[in-house]
């Protein structure tokens, strides 16, 4: 047989799975794993989204839908954008993908030329650099600030001829860092002055906690050049749904509406109607799963730092990161063996030496966590 692609070879498994594969199998086997290493939020996707889904559904709304999605949901989203982000977004600025995460893969297909190279900021979210990889480019890494999880100066020693984009995701996954006006600033200032382009993945921006989210396109200058991406899987729980979307310069976003068109044609079409009924409908959802996600924080946080851990500032999304003594694999494989807790390892995100525990579990399976992790 004739060797398969290299592109595709040359991607890295994921470091996580070893991890959640173990725990999955000890479930299996009747073990009272508790797993905080979870990704989605553990509540259900709200009712009155799942209904307009259904009535959709009823109405015959299963056929093809335009390929930037259903004019509705763009022009909603547009909407949101302009009067949330601090920056004009209009209906043709916006396309509608399956899941955030197929907003930046068509975003770096888009931008991206062989070669090219891609600043991602350490610790970073899993899927950024196979999705440079994918796109023919070149993933560069730099390493935030383990103290402060902000950017500083040392930035710019990163940027070289060939970079031609920068990704930047606030809040946080894994650190639920936010970044500061700082941080932003100065990642604008970059862009501006050495010609990149961002890729802003703001996924997590309703998950705050006493912090302001800002999107990095409403900076001076911005919007021309950043990409934002967003998603129904974590404000709304919305996970399995798989709508996301970006929005962008047309001509960025004429080229990835070409890639959707030759890939997914579209997201689902009954399901956009769901997520039109989530950002057109009542908030208050939104604001119930935060405050679930902050009383829960409120907890986990200082209960670790009381067991003597250094946490990550924990500011957005639901995650607390922790930094351990020794090999991070090491470690999230010893817990899982001695106490039955999976937790999910720094080294998936180019931080080794930290640990990633969510929040996405219930207060009771938290409290048990953490009486277990006292006992190691
Ligand atoms: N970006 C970040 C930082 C994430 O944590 C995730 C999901 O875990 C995604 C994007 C993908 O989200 P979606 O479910 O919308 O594809």
């Known amino acids: 047989m004739r060797p398969l692609s290299e592109k595709v070879a040359a991607i890295a498994p994921s470091a996580t799975i070893e991890i959640s594969n173990a725990a999955k199998r000890m479930a299996q086997e009747g073990l009272d794993v508790i797993s905080l290493s979870i990704g989605e939020p553990d509540f259900d996707t709200p009712g009155h989204i799942t209904d307009a889904c259904i009535g959709a559904l009823h109405r015959g709304e299963t056929h093809y839908a335009p390929s930037a999605g259903i004019p509705a949901l763009t022009s909603a989203i547009a909407e949101k954008i302009t009067r949330e982000n601090g920056f004009a977004a209009e209906q043709d600025e916006v396309i509608v993908t399956c899941g955030a995460k197929d907003a930046i893969y068509e975003a770096m297909e888009a931008v991206l030329n062989p070669g090219d190279e891609v600043l991602i900021l350490d610790p970073a979210w899993v899927s950024y650099e196979p999705c440079v990889q994918l796109a023919g480019a070149v993933a560069r890494h730099h390493a935030l600030s383990l103290k402060t999880f902000q950017v500083d100066d040392t930035l710019l020693e990163a940027v070289g001829p060939r970079t031609k984009m920068i990704v930047v995701n606030s809040p946080s996954n894994p650190s639920g ?30 998950l705050v906690y006493g912090k302001e989210h800002v999107s990095l396109a409403s900076l001076d200058g911005m919007a021309e050049r950043t990409i934002t991406i967003n998603g129904f899987s974590k404000a709304y729980a919305m996970t399995g749904w798989r709508i996301g979307y970006a929005v962008a310069p047309r001509p960025i976003l004429r080229q990835m509406e070409k890639v959707q068109q030759h890939t997914i044609s579209h997201p689902t079409t009954f399901a956009m109607f769901g997520a039109l009924a989530a950002i057109e409908g009542p908030q208050d959802c939104v604001e119930a799963m935060r405050r679930e996600f902050e009383r ?34 090491a470690v999230a494989r010893s817990w899982l063996r001695d106490i039955h807790v999976a ?9 080794p030496g930290w640990l990633r525990l969510s929040y996405a579990t219930s207060m009771k399976n938290l409290e048990e966590a953490v009486e277990r992790i006292a006992r190691v």
């Open 177 to 206: 860092a936010v970044l500061d006006g700082d941080s932003l600033e100065l990642i604008a200032d970059i862009c501006r002055d050495h010609d990149l382009y961002a890729l802003s993945d703001e996924i997590y921006e309703k």
């Open 296 to 329: 829960r924080r409120d907890y986990l946080v200082p209960a670790l730092r009381g067991l003597g851990y250094a946490t990550a500032p924990a500011d957005g999304a639901f995650y607390a990161y922790v930094q351990v003594d020794g090999d991070d694999m």
């Open 343 to 351: 937790v999910t390892p720094g080294t998936a995100f180019h931080t």
